[in-house]
């Protein structure tokens, strides 16, 4: 019920153009996911989500265990029907949230036990609790639980975090329940250190799981760290499956590691920088509490097609900011989620033109400086 | 280049089954206009408006002039333009306003004068200035600038706000630039004293505007003195004009006052109600927070042909309700309006089948007691 095709790759680079099939539908790869962490993409309906070109959304394990629980969306027929998504889906593994979030209690090889931040209750998170509650999400892609060190660790600990993530890996792929309806994503870890990636990599090849994402790696590293990474660690992967980079990231990120073999994105950056009134544009950053945008009539960014560029002002962008209409928000994220979409169907374009490398001329914003103003993934 | 017929009266009872046209379009009426404070009905873009059923918004003067100015929206093309919005607007006076929200610092038959609530500065509203203020807004429907007394008000109070009141009408007409393409509605006060609303409805109609609100009737009176309120006044307007009853409210109100022959509603019922968890439906309110709904895999109300429950159950909109996510407000507030424009399309229905009357048999929440557990409009 599942299937991965590389349909064309690009001679001028590592870019591939592919497409996934799912049981609830194709994402055209590479792809971007805009994250609905509690079941909802902030702000935004499932209908204006589809209107953005996105095809397949992320939720959190961990935030949606925690309320209102993967037993009570199960029973509500799986988070497809519960958040009113009828596309493809794709759960992190909550490995990331624990090691992140969480008040830690206990940690070892078994797994992990930290306090609800909700109610206060014991919870227990271990690779087949983790698989157990994907399977109850039913999310067409579901990943495994991992542990993901802090860009600050020893590399001893980043060492003993892939020795790990490698026995979880086993371990949740032994206990997924629905091969053939989920597929299960290995998860690449080791930092910034190649020898650790490259042994990361070769140890879960053994495992021939369907898909692998690359983790670590939206965790405090430069750009210049990740894309050394991504560029260690993507030829090491199986050519013929999907590969996935975890919470990145800025335009620039996202072009370079689709340069470099990437498939799969997912961030939180749209819809941050949206809801705080910041907007992403192919010259860089509108920040719309600027009192130059007071009587500027143009659009965000003048040739965008979506519905806040099509109906709205900049002028009354930063009206509804300075008021606190909730409307304001909205628009954005809608905004800046079509901006990331436009990104990537201009990156498969051009990867099925065979010059994806030179999108960093068709996107200044691919340059390195053009971030500079943006809210990073960690802000508030 | 602005028409009202009436199409059709009802021989049950005064309800009239009307059109408006206005250089932006055409309004059924008796029709119900969501309220856009702040140029934005709060978390609804308008298209999402547009699929409630919604053909007319209202835009409060007060609040636009605060921020971000008549002059800015002015010189952003209007406030049609400025907000996206391409249909009819009504605008207030801004009079109700300025009684109940502002610190007023002299109040006398000149005019206001109150500290703006936003950066301290004085503020002057009288019949002029909220007339060049709503010229330059450029709504369809403009109003008189008048004094809204309290509901607590003395008998004398109520008769001097009503003989302040016509005579700002005066002011207002002869204040009025546009009026080819705006139409100026007088407003009737008079509170709950028949005769005062009878002098000010003869008072008025020497005036010969081309439209009348009913105001001070969402101000802390009781169903049954609104009501009795509306039967004294609406026989006192002229028939060929449209008849807009200032913030009323629930729909047990609406309906009663559609039988008793008013055209146009507004009122912060359905948004409020939605931001804050509760949902209308035709057997009474729901809220979403109540442990009950937690396993509910209904939609809203069964039968409810919008995107909420189209999409959505009980369930998760509890779940977003619970977890604070902003989707929450934004689905329960389209159903609700959504179930507004669903009574109205009704009650238009039944007129012209001439049973208007038979209303409340039809609709089990036009019945009084069906209101219990809403937010009221004035609630925070």
Request: aromatic share 6%.
């Amino acid at each position: 019920m599942l299937r991965f095709e590389v349909l064309q790759t690009d001679p001028t680079c590592e870019a591939r153009r592919g497409r996934l099939t799912t049981p609830h539908g194709q994402v055209d790869t590479p792809a971007f996911m805009p994250v609905g962490t509690r079941g909802a993409v902030k702000g935004i309906t499932p209908g204006q989500l589809v209107d953005t070109g996105s095809q397949i959304v992320l939720g959190n394990t961990y935030h949606l265990e925690l309320r209102p629980g993967a037993e009570l969306i199960e029973q509500m027929g799986g988070l497809h029907r519960f958040m009113g998504w009828p596309g493809p889906i794709l759960t992190d593994s909550g490995g990331y949230q624990v090691f992140s979030l969480a008040e830690l209690n206990q940690i070892d090889d078994e797994g992990v036990s930290f306090r609800s931040p909700v109610d206060g209750s014991q919870i227990r998170l271990d690779p087949e609790t983790a698989t157990r509650i994907q399977n109850q999400l039913g999310a067409d892609l579901i990943t495994c639980f991992d542990q993901c060190p802090p860009h600050s660790c020893e590399r001893g600990d980043v060492a003993a975090a892939v020795e790990r993530t490698v026995r979880w890996a086993e371990r949740c792929k032994a206990a997924h329940r629905y091969p053939d309806r989920q597929w299960l994503f290995g998860i690449n870890q080791g930092g910034v250190h190649k020898d650790l990636r490259r042994a990361c990599a070769e140890r879960l090849a053994e495992l021939d799981l369907p898909g692998c994402a690359i983790g670590g790696l939206s965790v405090g590293e430069t750009h210049d760290q990740m894309v050394e990474t991504v560029e260690e660690v993507c030829p090491l992967l199986p050519a013929d499956r999907p590969r996935y980079l975890m919470g990145v990231g800025m335009p620039r990120d996202v072009v370079a590691a689709v340069v470099r073999g990437v498939d799969l994105f997912d961030c939180v950056l749209p819809t941050r920088n949206g809801r705080n009134g910041y907007a992403f544009t192919a010259t860089g950053p509108i920040r719309l509490r600027n009192a130059q945008y007071r009587e500027d009539a143009d659009p965000l960014e003048p040739g965008c097609d979506c519905i806040t560029c099509a109906h709205h002002s900049r002028s009354y962008l930063r009206h509804l900011f300075m008021t606190g209409e909730m409307l304001g928000p909205i628009l954005v994220s809608i905004h800046n989620l079509r901006f990331y979409q436009r990104l990537m169907a201009r990156l498969r374009d051009l990867i099925e033109a065979g010059c994806a490398a030179r999108i960093i001329e068709a996107f200044p914003i691919a340059a390195a400086t053009a971030d500079d103003g943006y809210l990073e993934a960690t802000d508030a």
